[in-house]
């Protein structure tokens, strides 16, 4: 059995890949299984994906331990992240940097492998170059099989060429007009929750307000954020532990954390939290943000009554900040659901809701608009009972299909950071695909040149 883990942040696309290598594999004949382990998702957070193959069934189901082979898609985790836990002494190492191993500091790292089983490949710039977005999976996924010869690289590319047309900058406003214009049987929403949650704090011309989707966004495209050196982040779960070391990393003397309950009560993960403060970032328990001005913010001190909610004290205190980041949460834009008539939005399991619209048929959706597991749902069925937002036509007829799900037209709306896309299935070549299979074999011939000429050191 083979091993594969693949480490990366949010918007990497490191679970589509472990996905592809095991679909690839199952083309190829073998038994193969690919799963994810990841905690808040959102963008820039770390993410580990796995993927085993083998000849015979799999029967594990826990993560890979010790893996066989391991691709890094950023190298900012090796300060992160012990990525390097369980390797086997003659596994295969991936690794997507513009940096050498003695750039990095981990030539000591490095020598413990053969040299030919440890690569590095400018996987981000590459797929910069071919698909205009920096989300290195594609052109790692090319490197892998260069480097470990598990899968064939035709394989690989293969199922990059399965069928599916992307149509990026594509808004789509009406999707029932989108659908009929498009002659798609069913759509399935995959938008995201990509709006910053807003929350009202007094603030003068001059105050500097921002909120953390929009900077790690930005960053995450190539744009630096003009935080300034001193940064407030008002909020408590993992995104502001990101926005504040991010703002550290880039140059800030300051980040100061300021969240109204206790570290006890932060959503944020403890070990998130430790990285955190291990990097300088300070944190201001029981504390809210009053007001907000050029160069300062108002603090007020909060206390946790008997229910543990926090309440105002009346105590206030002055602190220096050239900006604060809003990290309390996101939304999603439902305005795409505003234009199907006989959806609308429940909060509780609704059987006896309005029903079936034809105008409906065919309408999935799924991860962050649905609340629950993250798998697919149609809108027309009942969505759960627990008490949190959820989306749904609250209708119990089975699912519709104008034709066999094979030979449907679906039209996928998404919303990838910054433009929303939509997808076609459809069996002719895009030239977006045509661009991520130019990754893969671009990557695959680094790889391949880079190993060849380590193996000639190594024999010389």
Not at 6 to 24: C, D, K, N, Y
Not at 86 to 93: E, F, K, M, P, Q
Not at 399 to 414: E, F, L
């Amino acid at each position: 059995m083979f091993g594969i883990r693949i480490h990366g942040r949010g918007g990497h696309g490191v679970v589509t890949a472990a996905e592809l290598l095991s679909v690839a594999a199952f083309n190829e004949g073998r038994h193969a299984q690919a799963f994810p382990s990841f905690g808040s998702e959102r963008t820039g957070a770390p993410v580990v994906a796995f993927c085993r193959v083998h000849d015979k069934p799999i029967r594990l189901r826990e993560p890979v331990a010790e893996p066989d082979a391991l691709i890094i898609a950023d190298s900012t985790l090796l300060r992160q992240v012990d990525v390097f836990a369980g390797l086997r002494t003659n596994g295969c190492v991936l690794l997507n940097s513009e940096r050498g191993w003695d750039e990095l500091g981990l030539a000591e790292v490095c020598a413990r492998f053969p040299a030919d089983r440890a690569l590095i490949v400018p996987a981000t710039r590459l797929a910069l170059t071919h698909v205009a977005r920096p989300v290195p999976n594609a052109a790692l996924l090319g490197g892998f099989a260069a480097l470990c010869g598990l899968i064939s690289l035709r394989s690989v590319a293969r199922i990059v060429e399965m069928g599916v047309t992307l149509e990026l900058g594509a808004p789509v406003g009406n999707l029932a007009s989108a659908m009929g214009e498009g002659k798609f049987d069913a759509a399935f929403l995959a938008i995201g929750a990509q709006l910053s949650k807003r929350v009202y704090i007094p603030a003068g011309d001059s105050a500097r307000v921002l909120d953390a989707p929009s900077v790690l966004r930005g960053l995450a495209e190539g744009e630096r954020p003009q935080l300034g050196r001193r940064v407030v982040v008002y909020g408590g779960g993992n995104t502001a532990m990101d926005v504040a070391r991010t703002a550290r990393r880039l140059g800030a003397t300051e980040a100061l954390v300021v969240y109204r309950r206790t570290r006890e009560k932060m959503p944020a993960k403890p070990v998130e939290v430790n990285q955190a403060v291990d990097e300088g970032v300070q944190m201001r328990w029981l504390s809210t943000i009053a007001y907000a001005e050029g160069g300062a913010v108002s603090v007020e001190r909060m206390r946790l009554d008997e229910s543990g909610f926090p309440q105002p004290t009346g105590e206030y205190e002055q602190l220096p900040a050239d900006s604060v980041v809003l990290a309390i949460g996101q939304e999603i834009d439902r305005s795409i659901v505003d234009t199907l008539q006989s959806v609308e939005i429940v909060r509780w399991r609704d059987p006896g809701g309005p029903g079936h619209d034809d105008r409906t048929r065919g309408v999935f959706a799924g991860g962050d608009l649905v609340a629950g597991e993250r798998t697919g749902r149609d809108w027309r069925q009942p969505v759960g009972s627990p008490p949190s937002m959820r989306w749904s036509a609250a209708s119990t007829r089975q699912p519709h299909y104008a034709r066999p799900a094979a030979a449907c037209p679906v039209a996928t709306v998404s919303n990838a950071t910054t433009a929303t896309a939509c997808a076609r299935t459809t069996p002719s070549l895009s030239s977006d695909r045509g661009n991520a299979s130019g990754s893969i074999w671009t990557t695959a011939r680094v790889a391949a040149s880079a190993r060849q000429s380590a193996h000639a050191e190594t024999s010389s």
